[in-house]
């Protein structure tokens, strides 16, 4: 009996509630955090190494999985990713415009050091393309070390179609690799209680909690501006595809996805999440199969929302007048940018400084700009992360049920 007493307590664990497993993982930061900073700090390793160990299987299994669906895909097979891709596009340009009326209806401020604004801009919308463009062809392995999405999806889909006609037993290895990466993440995914420990106990231990408060009003901004995609127009392009009330639904990736990518925030990390629920909703395998890893790189709508109202939030600090077609095409740049923005925690704020240059804005006060945001990221990115992957089951499911 009490050789099986520890695998029954490590079942228990695996077995249980993931989304209670994290709020003890956070309550207990937060006390660790106030009676021992220096103990919180140290705690940081915990979360460091769940980061690291998200980032560093991510890559794997966005190829393998894209790899795996289209060389095993048959012919004539009907799929609905072209009605996913229109619901994709659209939510993120819906989302880059709603974040300009929020930022226009609630403008924030920053804390900025101003410099001189006569500078040309640091980088135009053409060079920025071209990095996107040529990072579709980076070396495979590159890609994958590096975490470039862009190049990891491309090169994916092209050497899934070059395997379409190997012979079964090379596809069917194909499958079971991703299948077995997809394990493994599910199980760093199970440590997301330690990592969020680590996570919280560190950003309060050093930042504390008086840093998230002076930016309160960019965060409600931030956050509202999720919250309405999430609720309101999402829910509506639902409806319209699938003609059904789409709120259960939406409420089912909110708590099934949403929560889990708002404490991993990664995108990409919480795939096998999402491949799972596509699973229990009962969507058609060789379109979710191809669709949830395309979305965790494509489908950025709270990416969008981020670099559009951060970059409003500068542009009002620094009194520079916008007129509404400056503020469209901002729509505009916020959602292509946010197509190419990283998987991980923290890839839309990089894309900042791009969204930036359309005013004129230089580099450095750009960059102090990112700054904020990295501060603010505890909250930010995770309510990003949340709404961009639960998207990517909600829109897969609308498609698979349209009218």
């Not at 029954?8 to 993931?18: A, D, E, I, P, W």
Request: charged share 10%; aromatic share 6%.
């Amino acid at each position: 009996m009490a050789m099986s007493s520890t695998p029954t307590l490590f079942q228990r664990y695996m077995n249980g509630s993931l989304v209670l497993q994290i709020i003890v993982g956070i309550v207990c930061g937060v006390i660790l955090a106030s009676i021992s900073p220096s103990a919180g700090q140290s705690a940081g390793i915990l979360g460091g190494f769940f980061v690291k160990a998200l980032k560093g299987i991510a890559p794997v299994l966005v190829f393998l999985l894209v790899v795996a669906s289209i060389a095993n895909h048959k012919k004539n097979q009907q799929t609905h990713i072209k009605p996913v891709l229109v619901l994709y596009i659209l939510g993120t340009l819906i989302a880059a415009v709603t974040a300009v009326m929020f930022s226009f209806a609630f403008p924030s401020e920053l804390n900025l050091i101003a410099t001189d604004l006569s500078r040309a801009a640091p980088r135009g919308i053409g060079e920025v393309l071209h990095t996107l463009v040529f990072n579709m062809v980076d070396n495979p392995v590159n890609a994958l070390v590096n975490g470039n999405y862009i190049g990891i999806l491309t090169w994916a889909i092209v050497i899934g179609i070059g395997l379409r006609q190997a012979t079964d037993t090379t596809k069917a290895l194909l499958q079971n690799l991703a299948d077995g990466i997809t394990t493994v993440v599910g199980f760093v995914i199970r440590l997301a209680p330690f990592g969020v420990f680590g996570l919280v106990a560190n950003t309060i231990a050093t930042t504390g909690f008086e840093a998230l408060f002076s930016y309160s009003h960019l965060l409600a901004v931030l956050v509202g501006a999720m919250l309405f995609i999430a609720l309101v127009t999402n829910p509506l392009l639902v409806f319209l595809a699938t003609r059904q009330n789409p709120y259960p639904l939406v409420f089912q990736c909110l708590k099934s996805s949403g929560i889990t990518a708002f404490f991993t925030r990664s995108s990409a990390a919480n795939i096998p999440v999402n491949m799972a629920l596509c699973e229990k909703l009962g969507l058609d395998e060789d379109t979710y199969s191809v669709s949830i890893p395309l979305g965790a790189t494509v489908n950025m709508a709270g990416a969008a929302i981020t670099i559009t109202v951060l970059t409003l939030a500068a542009v009002n600090t620094l009194g520079i007048p916008v007129d509404m077609g400056t503020a469209i095409l901002l729509s505009i740049i916020a959602a292509v940018s946010a197509g190419g923005s990283s998987g991980v925690a923290g890839g839309s704020l990089l894309l900042i400084p791009l969204a930036c240059s359309l005013f004129n804005i230089p580099n450095d006060i750009a960059m102090q700009v990112v700054a904020v945001g990295f501060i603010i990221g505890v909250l930010q990115d995770s309510a990003e992360t949340a709404l961009n992957s639960s998207t990517d089951v909600l829109f897969t499911a609308a498609a698979c049920r349209r009218v």
